[in-house]
């Protein structure tokens, strides 16, 4: 188990917040608040199971404002933010004084569901990969050139001219082959990613628009 924490006056009860990830579904995961602070326990081992992203949602209408958090939890460990860093997309109003009784009070009407932002997606955008790639044809090259000079003047060796160019040829092969494994395994890496089995080196996140509230009517007044 491990636990995230938002630590906040500003939303404290009878405001809710609450916790939104993809990783449960977008389903709501409700927490207390507690010596000034909202407590979330999350179970690593069943919610948490990979790297993922989240936000928290204030009293199940007000998403609050980019960029997502992104967590690794470790178990045991606790995750604490605060209104610093953890904002909303609206002011919350002042409390006013209630009006006297009304014989016949409008109804007004239920607030509009809340939609799920779409989760961003994310990328390896390590460059280690290009790196390796440029340069495989330099180290290639090196390596052959170092292959030669050692057939030739290694003290005891004798090789002629056939069986030196069949050297760095050899050597040549290993070198490309060494590369191309690599760059299989990279490509994989990708791919995993991707589909979100596997943490990037360096997460690049997709531009995401900012999600605006929508707010019910105000109803008319009598």
């Known amino acids: 188990m491990f636990e995230i ?11 809710v917040v609450s916790l939104m990830t993809p990783l449960n579904g977008w389903h709501n995961i409700d927490g207390s608040y507690t010596d000034g602070h909202w407590a979330f326990s999350l179970d690593e ?11 928290f949602l204030l009293d199940d209408r007000y998403w609050m404002d980019d960029p997502y958090i992104r967590l690794a939890p470790v178990a045991g460990e606790t995750y604490t933010f605060d209104e610093g860093t953890v904002t909303f997309m609206t002011t919350i109003p002042q409390a006013a004084t209630p009006p006297g009784p009304d014989p016949t009070p409008p109804r007004a009407p239920a607030p509009p569901p809340v939609a799920p932002p ?82 990037p080196i360096k997460p690049v996140l997709a531009a995401f628009p900012m999600l605006t509230p929508v707010l019910p009517p105000t109803p008319p007044q009598r």
Request: hydrophobic share 55%; proline share 7%; glycine share 6%.
């Open 5 to 15: 924490r938002l630590v906040t006056a500003t939303y404290a009860p009878p405001h």
């Open 118 to 199: 779409q989760f961003p997606p994310i990328s390896e955008g390590a460059a280690i990969n290009r790196v390796v790639l440029i340069l495989t044809p330099f180290f290639t090259a090196g390596a052959a050139c170092i292959a030669g000079l050692l057939a030739r003047h290694v003290p005891g060796v004798t090789l002629d001219q056939t069986q030196v160019v069949s050297f760095m040829i050899a050597i040549v092969a290993v070198c490309l082959a060494g590369a191309w494994k690599w760059l299989q395994g990279w490509q994989q890496h990708e791919l995993l990613v991707a589909q979100k089995l596997a943490a």
């Open 45 to 55: 081992a069943r919610v948490w199971t990979q790297p993922g992203y989240f936000k």
